[in-house]
């Protein structure tokens, strides 16, 4: 049978700053999306140790993610963006068509919190636990810490202190003034040897496996600036992410408005009592949302992946079992073959 592997590294609704790279993007997205389709295929072992029962599919989305958080170039694990009080509170949700979730919130120094997701859904009697309780619970699991400084950047620390002054507050991870941008962008370029372009995002991955199982994995560190104890859609079951016997979507965007439109969960339910394909559905609902809200990546039961977005621009990648392979950034970065 077929199968498919997406993933994302966050929506933006600003341009890349003149002179911006993307190599260093598009190596890490290519790399990440590699270790899903490893584990995915059945080529590679994940690099943790899965339980008993999770399918190649669940296994493929928690690596591909475990890879992004590890990644400082996205807004997830290592890359996260801080609250207003200066610290980390990173949320993760995992899910599958088989009746498995697991979600978490507030995890302040758990290296992968995608982990302790898959901790929650396959090791506790809940499906969504919020910290310090999940923190506690990961810690007992014996699930990696880090020390703050791990999980900092100097561009993490300068994009705070811009939010902090803005009109637009936490709004300052969707946009930016030229003067807000070229704050950052100095602020990156003291930093010797950096790659970062200013632009990190929220990370996912969805999969359908050759035995017809479907799963998702989403992670973040939210907004900057956001109050403490925020929490987005990332970890909201159908906002930000659903699966069923017909599809798998995960989100990316303003997770305000996901939450309240429920998006992924609407996109999976007009495939399955209004009929229409994964691609239709997910045009439908982020055509309903405000003008550059953000968008969704899914595949489909053919192992047919789809992004559809609202936003300037969403850093994906994706394969398939018919060999359709690509890496997108920006529309000027777009690879050819995606």
Same mark, same amino acid.
């Given at each position: 049978m077929s199968w498919g592997l997406a993933l994302h590294g966050g929506s933006f609704n600003r341009y890349p700053r003149r002179g911006a790279d993307p190599a260093p993007y598009?190596?890490?997205? @290519? !790399?990440?999306?590699?270790?899903?389709?490893?584990?995915?295929?059945?080529?590679?072992?994940?690099?943790?140790?899965?339980? !008993?029962?999770?399918?190649? =599919?669940?296994? =493929? *989305?928690?690596?591909?993610?475990?890879?992004? !958080?590890d990644c400082p170039l996205f807004n997830a694990g290592r890359g996260s963006v801080l609250n207003e009080l200066g610290k980390f509170e990173m949320d993760a949700q995992v899910m599958d068509n088989r009746g498995h979730c697991g979600a978490c919130t507030g995890l302040t120094s758990i290296r992968n919190p995608v982990l302790a997701a898959e901790r929650i859904m396959t090791k506790s009697k809940h499906a969504f636990i919020t910290s310090p309780g999940a923190e506690q619970f990961a810690i007992r699991e014996g699930l990696r810490t880090e020390s703050f400084d791990y999980f900092l950047t100097e561009a993490q620390v300068k994009q705070l202190e811009i939010a902090r002054k803005s009109v637009n507050q936490e709004s300052i991870d969707y946009d930016m003034t030229e003067e807000e941008e070229a704050a950052?962008?100095?602020?990156?370029?003291?930093?010797?040897?950096? *790659?970062?372009?200013?632009l990190t995002g929220t990370v996912g991955a969805v999969?359908?496996? =050759?035995?017809?199982?479907?799963?998702?994995?989403?992670?973040?560190?939210?907004?900057?600036?956001?109050?403490?104890?925020?929490?987005?859609?990332?970890?909201?079951?159908?906002?930000?992410?659903?699966?069923?016997?017909?599809?798998?979507?995960?989100a990316t965007g303003v997770g305000e408005l996901f939450l309240y439109h429920n998006v992924c969960g609407q996109v999976c339910a007009a495939m399955e009592y209004g009929g229409m394909s994964l691609q239709e559905?997910?045009?439908?609902?982020?055509?309903?949302?405000?003008?550059?809200?953000?968008? *969704?990546?899914?595949?489909?039961?053919?192992?047919?992946?789809?992004?559809e977005f609202s936003s300037v621009g969403?850093?994906?990648?994706?394969? !398939? @079992?018919?060999?359709?392979?690509?890496?997108?950034?920006w529309e000027e970065w777009e690879e050819k073959n995606f």
């Open positions: 598009i190596k890490a997205l @290519s !790399e990440c999306r590699d270790r899903g389709v490893a584990v995915l295929t059945g080529k590679s072992k994940p690099s943790f140790s899965p339980h !008993e029962h999770l399918n190649p =599919a669940m296994q =493929a *989305v928690i690596e591909t993610v475990i890879a992004l !958080e950052i962008d100095a602020a990156i370029a003291e930093q010797p040897g950096s *790659v970062d372009n200013g999969a359908k496996d =050759a035995a017809g199982n479907y799963a998702f994995a989403i992670s973040t560190g939210g907004l900057t600036n956001k109050m403490q104890g925020r929490v987005g859609d990332t970890p909201i079951l159908g906002a930000g992410g659903y699966v069923n016997d017909m599809a798998a979507v995960c559905a997910s045009r439908l609902k982020i055509g309903k949302l405000p003008a550059e809200a953000g968008g *969704v990546i899914g595949v489909d039961s053919d192992g047919r992946v789809v992004f969403v850093m994906r990648a994706m394969a !398939e @079992s018919s060999g359709r392979r690509g890496v997108a950034l």
